[in-house]
Each structure stands twice: as C-alpha cells, then as structure tokens.
C-alpha cells in the first residue's frame, strides 16, 4: 500500500472535482505516466486484466482458433471462450513455464488467427520464435503480461511485444490500482479501436462501433498513481526477498525458477516445483498449521477445467500444475517468515 497521505491526497482532488469515472484526468494521467516512466507504448486503463484480454482478441478481429497455453490463470483461456474463440492448447517448456514455441506449429490449422501466450510469474517467453512462427503465417500474437509488469528483455519492456500485450493491476500484483489492468499496442490504429471498444465503441454522440464498458475509475487510478514513486523500491525490496529463498533452497531437490540472462526481472513470484503431488500436499498442511498460505499457482492446468475436455494433451504442463507452489511474497514479508518457510519446504521436499 502506498502512504496513506499520499493517496488520501489525490481523493481529495477527485472530491473537488466531482469527476469520479469516464476518463476523468487521473486516468489521463496514469496512462501518460505508464507510457512516460516505464516506455509502455499506448497505454489503456481498463477495469481488471480478463477485460483486457477480451479487448484484445476483438480489436485484432479474432474469431477462429487461438493457439494459447494450459499453464496460467483460467482467465487467459475464458476469454477467449467468451469472444467465441477456440482455445487451441500447445505445451509449455518446463524450464521457463511458458508456451513451448516447437509446439504450436503442428497445431497451425486454417482456422487458426492468433498466438495468446502468458508470460508466467512474469518470466518472458520467448518472443522472437514466436514472433517468427507468426510472420510465417500470418497470425497476431497477444501476450498475456498479467504478471509481467516491471520486467524488461533486452532493456526493452516485455509488455512492449507482440501485436498487443496486456497486464493486470490487481491487488496481488506487484504493481496494483486495487482492481484494473492496461493494454499495450505499437500500432495507432489498433490502440484508436481499443480505446473506442472500452468506452462503448461511441465518443459523445457519435457511435463507431459496438463496445463495452471496460472502463477504470478515478479511484483506482489514484491508486496506482500513488504507488508509482514506491515502484523502484517494491523492485529492490521483492528482489531480496526473492534471492534469499533461492540461496536457502538452491542445491535441494526442490526445482527453482531459471531468470534467462537477458532479463532484467521483476521478481514477482517465487514458484517451487516439489517431488510429487503428495509431497506437495505435506507442504501445505506443515504450512497452514503455521498459519502461512501458499498458493498452488496454477493448478489445474486448463487442459483439465472440465468445460474445456483437452485432459492428457499437453502432459509437460498437467505435471508441473501438480507439483508447483508459489510462495509467499509481499514487501513486508520478514526474513524470518522466509527461513521458516525454505526450512519446511526442504524438510518435507528434500
């Protein structure tokens, strides 16, 4: 949370103004920010990242298959259900836990339209092969960067790749307005259809095209404009806590994320991939009997979600869903809570 008197002090501005929704000028001006602080090419405020998503898949007119990821959060494949799209699931690579570039090819049909790969924990993945099986054939390529703000490829933004990339705020991101996510485009005429679809596809009285209302509010954007200036110190703070559990469970039988040597990474999360599902669930309970709480983050994969039917498809990412836990991380985690936690881990794990 930023400091409350901060904060308290942008409220102030919105009660003066009573312009609390609709574009309002905090909402201008997080977006010039995002786009002025952290180079992120056409930034749009929305309400929450699944929105963004849905955005996306409409204003690159995507209709037919969409070759995506069973390894992330369910919302990367509901919406693309919900645009009427077919999600085509590809396996992921095991090392970095993103969509396995030497998969999707084989799934190319003629229906297919475009690549939706999640960029996991916020670790990239790897954009240029997708991009290249994507001029080959013609297709658009949305990166799911719900985790992925803050980490940069190449001294380049990660959510500056592909035809659009999208993000969360959500309050368990590293970087938050509460509710909300932002959408990321280089090409102008996408980003004028994106900000048209968000506002109910009309400006004033003058209507272009059926949108929706995926707007953000002057709340939230107050929200995240307060917590901007703590930003390089969340980064500091999340990357020492990160590298402590990784020194206390490096050499263990415990598998530890891999950060490829051109990232610059935001450290948002800390997944352990552990023996076996039963060993996973000794940890669980020796945890929660400490009153600590990981998440099983992702699990089920969505080859498994009993509307999609796809079980047994893609057996790299049904395994690890089984085996990883993301452990806690929050800027006023202790370090002692964290030797707690890499101390049960290995004893249980190995």
């Known amino acids: 949370m930023p400091p409350l008197e901060e904060y ?8 003066e103004r009573g312009h609390v929704t609709n574009n309002g000028p905090l909402v201008q001006r997080f977006e010039r920010e995002l786009n002025d602080r952290f180079d992120l090419p056409h930034p749009l405020f929305v309400g929450n990242g ?15 298959e969409v070759i995506t990821t069973p390894y992330s959060y369910v919302a990367s494949t509901t919406a693309i259900l919900w645009e009427r799209c077919t999600p085509v699931f590809a396996d992921i690579d095991p090392i970095s836990f993103c969509l396995d570039p030497a998969r999707i090819e084989a799934l190319i049909t003629p229906r297919t339209q475009a690549i939706l ?10 954009t240029g092969a997708i991009a290249d099986i994507a001029t080959r054939h013609g297709l658009k390529v949305i990166y799911d960067g719900a985790h992925a703000f803050g980490t940069h490829v190449d001294s380049r933004p990660l959510l500056a790749q592909g035809d659009i990339s999208t993000c969360s705020f959500h309050a368990t991101k590293i970087f938050h307005s509460v509710e909300g ?27 272009f095209l059926p ?11 107050a929200m995240g404009l307060a917590l901007i200036p703590c930003f390089t110190d969340i980064l500091t703070r999340r990357r020492t806590q990160w590298w402590r559990y990784h020194a206390l469970l490096s050499g263990s039988a415990t598998g530890l994320a891999t950060i490829p040597e051109n990232c610059a990474y935001n450290h948002a999360y800390f997944p352990v991939v552990l023996r076996d599902e039963g060993t996973l669930v000794q940890v669980l309970r020796m ?12 699990y089920p994969s969505l080859t498994e979600l009993p509307y999609i039917q796809a ?33 049960v881990v290995r004893s249980i794990n190995g």
């Not at 790969?117 to 790897?126: F, W």
């Open 8 to 15: 308290v002090a942008l409220l102030e501005g919105i009660w």
């Open 50 to 64: 699944t929105i963004a998503l849905q955005l996306a898949l409409r204003a690159l007119d995507i209709t037919g």
């Open 117 to 126: 790969a999640t960029h996991v924990y916020g670790l990239p993945c790897d």
């Open 181 to 207: 996510g932002a959408i990321h485009c280089t090409d102008k005429a996408v980003f004028d259809r994106l900000r048209l679809l968000r506002a109910f596809g009309h400006v004033q009285d003058e209507h």
């Open 211 to 221: 949108g929706i209302n995926g707007k953000n509010s002057e709340l939230h954007a």
């Open 287 to 298: 945890l929660a009997s400490r009153d600590i709480h990981p998440r099983r983050y992702f």
């Open 311 to 343: 079980a047994g498809t893609c057996p790299v990412a049904e395994d690890i869903a089984r085996r990883v836990l993301c452990l806690p991380l929050a800027h006023g985690l202790t370090e002692a809570i964290i030797d707690e936690i890499a101390h």
